[in-house]
């Protein structure tokens, strides 16, 4: 099973190009009003030049391949994307992690991050280090091809903490955000999933889920999407979870084209602006955060990366040379696509981050 | 001028109604905020109320405010419709059930 429908890259989409993101990003709005410059938000509150608080977690990348082609993703993945993590490059993770014990948690993404080849040998390697390691999985990769079907026992021998995107609890808005029949399948893989422990009370294996909203609207209260997620998932799947993410929609990518195409772009910058919370922009996720890119560069986030803005020069820009002491002090790089992680309660890939 | 009633654009200055009369803007405003926090009734079921008064009193600002704020408090398209239904059943049954007066006024001039 994949999906069929092409990626920006493989449409050869203007947005494919990281370069007239950042312009569409830059550029004012259709009534020809600029937006604040999201820097000189943080410099009224005090929060700039943004740095990191200190980084205990390490954000990899494995690779853009996927099986699904969603509506909304920012890193434009899908079965036609061939960038893909190395053994080499996972390596180079592995002896930076040996170096550096303050990073507890390494949080594994994608595309899917199971279709790299290496993935179950990197997790494996991972697990040795004593690292916490959780796995962003589309839940379909799990019945995806029978090679797949046991993720789940795996998942669980390495004590995996899985973290899964179901923007609803209904096939509607589900299917129309990650493609059509995704819902009946996420639900048959959170199934498989309970059944091997994930999710159910005292079993100490972690299954949260993500949700992102299915259109040109913020997230609502985490505490309440959560408890309605619940009473849902339960009542018409017998289905438990541990937590809800409430995760913002960054524009960035497909979630960009999105919101051109549909007419939402103007009116969704507005949103997240009036959105802007300071105690969410001191508590955004790059500050205790480095990500790595498939070919092992060094970013901020997942959504800098995906806009080819690496670390501040004068920092380690690759895994290579990775040294945990000098990323603390860098600069964050900062654009308009920030104020995603701090509208509202703020935005991350724990979801909220004003508690 | 505009040349229509309703501007979309005039909902995001709803807040400039306190410019002409600061106290009472700043009451309304307080009272608003308190009146739609999570309480007996949870957020999303008192965005669903506010959808339907939207309709039953027919405020395009309301409908698109209360639309957006339905999805974002995780309402379903089911509920939304349905919250309309309850407006539509009340408005056409408070139409209706004055049909009970125009039977007592057809009872009281004929024979």
């Known amino acids: ?355 | 001028m505009n040349n229509t009633y309703y501007n979309p654009a005039d909902l995001a200055k709803f807040g400039k109604i306190s410019e002409l009369q600061p106290e009472m803007g700043r009451k309304f405003f307080d009272y608003y905020e308190e009146v739609f926090k999570e309480g007996a009734l949870t957020e999303r079921e008192k965005a669903l109320i506010a959808l339907a008064v939207s309709h039953a009193v027919q405020c395009p600002y309301c409908i698109d405010a209360y639309s957006s704020e339905c999805l974002q408090k995780g309402a379903d398209e089911n509920q939304m419709m349905e919250a309309v239904h309850v407006a539509a059943a009340i408005k056409g049954g408070a139409a209706l059930v004055h049909g009970v007066q125009m039977m007592n006024k057809i009872k009281e001039l004929t024979m």
């Open chain 1, 1 to 355: 099973m994949g999906s069929t429908v092409k990626s920006l890259q493989g449409q050869h989409h203007e947005l494919a190009d990281s370069s007239f993101q950042l312009k569409v990003l830059q550029a004012p709005s259709r009534q020809g009003n600029r937006f604040p410059d999201f820097a000189m938000q943080l410099q009224t509150h005090d929060l700039y030049p943004l740095q990191p608080t200190g980084t205990t977690i390490l954000q990899v990348n494995v690779g853009k391949m996927c099986n699904q082609t969603c509506r909304h993703c920012h890193v434009d993945a899908g079965p036609d994307r061939k960038e893909i993590m190395t053994r080499d490059t996972m390596q180079l993770c592995l002896d930076a992690l040996q170096l550096s014990p303050q990073i507890t948690t390494v949080d594994l993404t994608g595309g899917a991050p199971e279709m790299n080849p290496d993935f179950r040998w990197f997790v494996e390697e991972l697990s040795k280090l004593g690292r916490q390691v959780i796995v962003r999985c589309n839940l379909t990769i799990i019945l995806a091809n029978k090679k797949y079907h046991d993720l789940p026992a795996f998942f669980r021998q390495h004590s995996v903490h899985v973290v899964s995107s179901l923007p609803y609890f209904q096939a509607s808005r589900t299917d129309a955000q990650r493609g059509d029949g995704v819902f009946e399948k996420s639900v048959k893989a959170l199934q498989l999933l309970n059944g091997v422990g994930y999710g159910m009370e005292g079993s100490g294996l972690l299954l949260d889920l993500v949700y992102n909203p299915s259109g040109a609207f913020l997230p609502g209260s985490q505490a309440s999407l959560e408890a309605e997620f619940r009473r849902r998932l339960r009542g018409g799947y017998q289905i438990e979870f541990n937590s809800l993410f409430c995760i913002t929609n960054l524009p960035v990518s497909r979630y960009l084209d999105y919101l051109v195409q549909s007419g939402n772009y103007d009116s969704y910058m507005e949103k997240l602006i009036n959105a802007f919370n300071p105690v969410a922009a001191a508590g955004v996720m790059c500050r205790n955060t480095v990500s790595v890119g498939w070919d092992g560069y060094l970013y901020d986030c997942d959504f800098n990366q995906m806009l080819d803005l690496k670390v501040a020069h004068g920092a380690p820009q690759h895994i290579r040379d990775f040294d945990a002491t000098a990323l603390d002090q860098r600069d964050i790089v900062l654009n308009q696509h920030c104020y995603g992680c701090t509208a509202g309660a703020g935005s991350s890939c724990g979801g909220e981050t004003v508690k």
